[in-house]
C-alpha cells in the first residue's frame, strides 16, 4: 500500500501541475482585466498597478515567478483587496465552507446508508418504491432549486429559519440540507444496488442457514461489504458539495470559499481565482486517495496497483 500511496500522491502533484499552468494561461483569455471597472483609470494607474503584481512582464516570466511562487505555498496578493493575499482569503473562508460541506456529507451518509439498506430489504415493497421515488426526484433537482424551494416554505411562508449568513445552529438547517440532498439520493440509490448484489451472495446463503441472527447477517456480513462503493463515491460527493456550495452559498449569502470564488471571477481578480481553484484541485485528489485507501482498509481483496 505505500507503494501504491507514493504513486497515487505523485500522478496528484502532475495534475495539479496540469491544472496551475492551465488555469495560469486561461485567465490571459479572459476579456476585461482586474483593474478595469465602470470607472476606467488612467493610463499611468494602470501602468503602476500592473508593475506593481508583475503584469507587465512577460507571460511566461509571470508563469516562472507564479510556480515559484506556488511551491514555496505562496499564492500571491488579492488584485482586488488591497492587503489581503490569496493564502488568507482561503484561510478565512475555507473552514466556513468546510463546516458547511462537512455537516452536508455526514447527513448525506447517516441519511443515505440506511435508507438505501431498508430499500433493499423491502425490494418491491411500497417502501422501496417511496424511497427509489424520492431519490430520482433527489439526483435529478439542482441544488439551486432545493435552495429556492426551502427558503420559499420555511423562511417566508413558515418564518421559521432564516435565510442569510450563519449566525446561529438555525441559520445551518436550509444550506445543509439543500447540499446534502443530492449526495443523499445518490448514495441511496448506490447503497440500495450493492445490498442487494450482497444479499444474493453465497455466504450469505451459508450465514442464513447456519442459523445467523438477522442482525448479525446484515450488520456484520452484508453491510461491511456493500458500503466499499459508498466510500468509492466519497471522492466525487466532495466535488459535487463543493461546487454545489458555489451557489447554495450565495442564495443563502454565506461567507465561504464559494461565494469569494464567484466574487473573484466577476471581479477578474486573478490571482484568487487560480489560487482558489488549485487549492480545491488539491483537496479533490487528496479526498480521492483517503478513499481508495478506506476502501482497501475495509475490504482486504481489492488489489491497488
Given at each position: 500500500m505505500p507503494?501504491?500511496?507514493?504513486?497515487?500522491?505523485?500522478?496528484?502533484?502532475?495534475?495539479?501541475?496540469?491544472?496551475?499552468?492551465?488555469?495560469?494561461?486561461?485567465?490571459?483569455?479572459?476579456?476585461?482585466?482586474?483593474?478595469?471597472?465602470?470607472?476606467?483609470?488612467?493610463?499611468?494607474?494602470?501602468?503602476?498597478?500592473?508593475?506593481?503584481?508583475?503584469?507587465?512582464?512577460?507571460?511566461?516570466?509571470?508563469?516562472?515567478?507564479?510556480?515559484?511562487?506556488?511551491?514555496?505555498?505562496?499564492?500571491?496578493?488579492?488584485?482586488?483587496?488591497?492587503?489581503?493575499?490569496?493564502?488568507?482569503?482561503?484561510?478565512?473562508?475555507?473552514?466556513?465552507?468546510?463546516?458547511?460541506?462537512?455537516?452536508?456529507?455526514?447527513?448525506?451518509?447517516f441519511a443515505g446508508i440506511p435508507l438505501g439498506c431498508l430499500a433493499a430489504l423491502k425490494r418491491g415493497r411500497a417502501g422501496d418504491n417511496t424511497i427509489l421515488v424520492i431519490s430520482t426526484v433527489g439526483i435529478a433537482m439542482p441544488s439551486f432549486i432545493t435552495s429556492a424551494l426551502l427558503m420559499y416554505i420555511f423562511s417566508l411562508k413558515l418564518g421559521w429559519l432564516p435565510s442569510i449568513g450563519l449566525d446561529g445552529p438555525k441559520n445551518y438547517i436550509m444550506p445543509v440540507a439543500a447540499l446534502a440532498f443530492y449526495p443523499t439520493a445518490y448514495i441511496t440509490r448506490l447503497m440500495r444496488s450493492s445490498m442487494l448484489d450482497v444479499l444474493g451472495q453465497d455466504y450469505m446463503r451459508t450465514a442464513q442457514a447456519k442459523g445467523l441472527p438477522w442482525a448479525v447477517r446484515i450488520f456484520k456480513h452484508a453491510l461491511r461489504n456493500a458500503v466499499g462503493p459508498i466510500i468509492t463515491y466519497l471522492g466525487p460527493a466532495l466535488a459535487f458539495i463543493l461546487i454545489g456550495s458555489f451557489v447554495v452559498e450565495g442564495i443563502f449569502t454565506i461567507p465561504g470559499l464559494g461565494n469569494s470564488f464567484v466574487s473573484s471571477i466577476t471581479n477578474r481578480d486573478y490571482t484568487v481565482i487560480m489560487g482558489t481553484t488549485l487549492f480545491l484541485a488539491a483537496l479533490l485528489i487528496g479526498f480521492n486517495i483517503l478513499s481508495d485507501v478506506l476502501n482497501k482498509l475495509l475490504d482486504q481483496r481489492i488489489q491497488l496497483k
Open positions: 507503494r501504491y500511496i507514493l504513486k497515487r500522491v505523485l500522478l496528484g502533484l502532475v495534475a495539479l501541475f496540469v491544472v496551475s499552468t492551465l488555469t495560469f494561461f486561461l485567465m490571459f483569455l479572459v476579456p476585461g482585466g482586474p483593474f478595469l471597472s465602470e470607472k476606467t483609470p488612467s493610463a499611468s494607474t494602470l501602468a503602476a498597478l500592473e508593475k506593481k503584481y508583475g503584469l507587465d512582464k512577460p507571460v511566461i516570466v509571470q508563469y516562472g515567478n507564479y510556480m515559484t511562487n506556488v511551491l514555496k505555498g505562496d499564492l500571491g496578493p488579492s488584485m482586488k483587496q488591497r492587503g489581503r493575499t490569496v493564502n488568507d482569503r482561503i484561510g478565512t473562508r475555507f473552514p466556513i465552507s468546510a463546516r458547511l460541506g462537512g455537516s452536508a456529507m455526514v447527513l448525506a451518509l
